[in-house]
């Protein structure tokens, strides 16, 4: 019992400790790194912020904590002075950052030293994609994953998907930047597709462009039924789809400017100039080829009738510049203009609501 007890009262000093040091990181919005000071904003999480990730650590009070992205260290603070406070025994908080000694000149680091708690941390200075899988394979397991890693959707997809492989049944993650789209994506996916659920945390949530800053979900209890793997993927960005309708058609208009202007030009038997075009050309069919692709997934602007006439037009398009280009042919370009005039009528703005209304009322 006195050893608890001593115990105890050492993890009570030191959550003491680590909220002086945060605060005064706060206030002088700096901290030491092998370079000097350095400003920790707007790299870091702000106090507002901060409190989401301490209110949502103290609410679930994990034993075994996980995080991507150290940067200068602020979460990681936070992370341990809610550990700190818990009574609950935690395992080595295990954080990963591929620029902890390059661009944020070990400052985290130095500040775990100068708090004696070199020994609470696990940290890989090395990318997510192989420290998370490397976790897996050693059969670690988590109760709660902050990820604040690299944003790109594909990044950001990647770190959910082994959080979401290493957490147990029940555990939370919590995702910051989640107003950013690549963000909010993956979020949504792991709401619709793997059936995780919102948390509420009791405390402000910051909001920026109209969404949350941060965002908390808890892993079923039970794997969701997700059927066969051709089984339709269930949309989730249906609010990103309004954005589509106002690029497509300026997009469209840009490809058919690209198109009979390379036409001028071959006609005037510039092929330096055809070629410089024609690269430009094909960059915006990948666009819209991809654009394209997204809205017929999710059934949200290309109306199911239309889908075949769509990719037809795309072909069409594709097959008659690469025959200008190979056969310098100018008159291919203006069937290449006319395919895209029709194109542009499939995802005009008129057209486009009704798509969104029925995908809504569906």
């Not at 301490?54 to 996980?66: N, Y």
């Not at 420290?131 to 770190?159: K, Q, Y």
Request: charged letters at 25%; a negative charge.
């Amino acid at each position: 019992m006195e050893a608890m007890a001593a115990e105890a009262t050492v993890r009570s000093e030191l959550h003491l400790e680590i909220r002086e040091y945060l605060n005064r990181m706060f206030t002088e919005q700096t901290v030491e790194g092998d370079n000097g000071p350095n400003r920790i904003f707007p790299a870091s999480l702000t106090p507002e912020r901060g409190a989401v990730l301490s209110a949502v650590c103290r609410a679930i009070k994990p034993r075994a904590t996980l995080e991507v992205g150290m940067a200068w260290g602020v979460s990681t603070l936070l992370i341990l002075e809610a550990l700190a406070e818990s009574d609950v025994p935690a395992a080595p908080h295990v954080v990963m950052d591929l620029a902890q000694s390059t661009f944020y000149h070990n400052a985290a680091r130095l500040s775990l030293k100068k708090l004696g708690l070199e020994n609470y941390v696990e940290f890989y200075e090395a990318p997510s994609e192989l420290v998370l899988p490397h976790l897996l394979a050693n059969g670690r397991r988590f109760d709660f994953a902050f990820i604040d890693g690299d944003h790109h959707f594909d990044s950001a997809f990647n770190d959910f998907r082994f959080a979401h492989l290493l957490l147990v049944p029940g555990g939370t993650i919590l995702f910051d930047d989640a107003w950013g789209d690549s963000v909010y994506l993956v979020r949504r996916y792991a709401e619709t597709n793997f059936g995780y659920k919102p948390i509420n945390v009791a405390c402000p949530i910051p909001m920026y462009n109209g969404r949350a800053a941060l965002w908390a979900v808890q892993k079923p209890l039970e794997p969701v039924e997700r059927g066969s793997w051709e089984a339709p993927i269930k949309p989730f960005f249906n609010e990103l789809i309004p954005r589509f309708p106002g690029v497509v058609p300026e997009l469209l208009d840009n490809m058919v400017g690209e198109c009979r202007a390379t036409r001028i030009v071959m006609k005037g038997g510039l092929e330096s100039l055809v070629e410089a075009a024609a690269h430009r050309v094909h960059a915006a069919v990948r666009q819209i080829d991809e654009v394209v692709r997204v809205a017929e997934t999710f059934a949200a602007l290309a109306v199911p009738e239309t889908a075949a006439e769509t990719h037809r037009l795309l072909d069409s398009i594709t097959r008659a510049f690469a025959s200008a280009h190979e056969h310098r042919d100018p008159s291919q370009l203006e069937r290449a203009a006319a395919a895209l005039e029709k194109l542009k009528a499939i995802f005009s703005l008129s057209t486009a609501p009704d798509a969104i209304a029925r995908q809504s009322a569906a």
